[in-house]
């Protein structure tokens, strides 16, 4: 089956409209096997200026843009970018999961307001803009966060191929499982199975939690751009006056001011081994 969105329209305010698309009768909005269109998260001078940025990165002079799939991170895109970015996330995202998932957001992040206060935590190299050029795919995997969403940037007519495919959650054999625990994703990749192929509209949000397996298909022709941040979110806490970051519903931590410094040195080492590069060669 596949999928087009039929609303495409320019906005800055945050969407409160949306589509489900259920990948088996036993899905639960968001929370299992469940697939989010949210139209017009970001407008088209929007979806161009980072698709520019991307384009302009230095990593791609350097022969690095002879891969088919690429992983560039925002906030080596630039000021605007970054910002866009935040923008995008703290003040459309989050004010959309309060006013149309509130049940949603209170499952995920043990509260449904108040979400602009907590603190992102991204998965490696994210936010980031995917850059695919022909033959660019990426097996089908799951990102193992609370919450994930792709915004394709491309033009529609820039690119021939492409698009998503999802997956409803099926028994593993435990080759399978083990893969997917060491790389993110099975040994093999089960096409049979796909419930879903999504060509969405540009700027359009596809949201989706971080059990619902996917897969990016490959490009014949051009150049496809997409928008991908997969997150947990987690709620600052104070311990005598001193500020860290308490766990979210997922188990996961944050070092908080009680160990800036550590912390702050632990950045540094990983900026010098290159651990935080701009580029991952996906």
Not at 153 to 172: E, M, Y
Not at 223 to 234: K, T
Request: with cysteine; aromatic share 8%; glycine share 8%.
């Amino acid at each position: 089956m596949a999928v087009r969105t039929g609303i495409c329209f320019e906005t800055d305010l945050a969407p409160c409209r949306f589509q489900e698309l259920s990948l088996t009768e036993q899905s639960s909005t968001f929370l299992k096997d469940s697939v989010l269109l949210i139209p017009g998260l970001l407008t088209r001078p929007e979806c161009q200026l980072l698709v520019a940025a991307a384009e302009a990165c230095p990593e791609l002079s350097c022969g690095h843009d002879l891969d088919p799939r690429q992983r560039l991170h925002i906030r080596c895109l630039g000021a605007e970018a970054e910002e866009l970015s935040s923008k995008l996330l703290r003040h459309r995202l989050l004010p959309f999961l309060e006013k149309e998932l509130p049940h949603v957001a209170q499952e995920l992040f043990w509260q449904s307001s108040g979400l602009q206060d907590m603190s992102f935590s991204f998965a490696r190299n994210e936010p980031a803009v995917n850059r695919y050029t022909e033959g660019g795919e990426f097996p089908i995997h799951r990102d193992r966060k609370s919450f994930t969403i792709n915004i394709l940037l491309s033009d529609p007519d820039a690119f021939v191929g492409g698009g998503t495919a999802f997956f409803p959650d099926f028994p593993q054999s435990q080759a399978d499982a083990a893969s997917e625990e060491q790389f993110g994703y099975p040994a093999r990749e089960p096409t049979s199975h796909a419930k879903l192929h999504l060509h969405p509209c540009q700027g359009t949000g596809v949201i989706f939690n971080g059990d619902v397996q996917h897969a990016g298909q490959p490009v014949k022709t051009g150049i496809r751009h997409v928008y991908v941040a997969s997150f947990n979110l987690d709620t600052p806490v104070s311990r005598g006056g001193v500020w860290a970051w308490a766990p979210g519903p997922n188990g996961t931590n944050l070092w908080g001011a009680v160990g800036n410094a550590n912390a702050s040195a632990r950045q540094s080492s990983q900026r010098e081994s290159g651990d935080l590069s701009c580029l991952e060669e996906l």
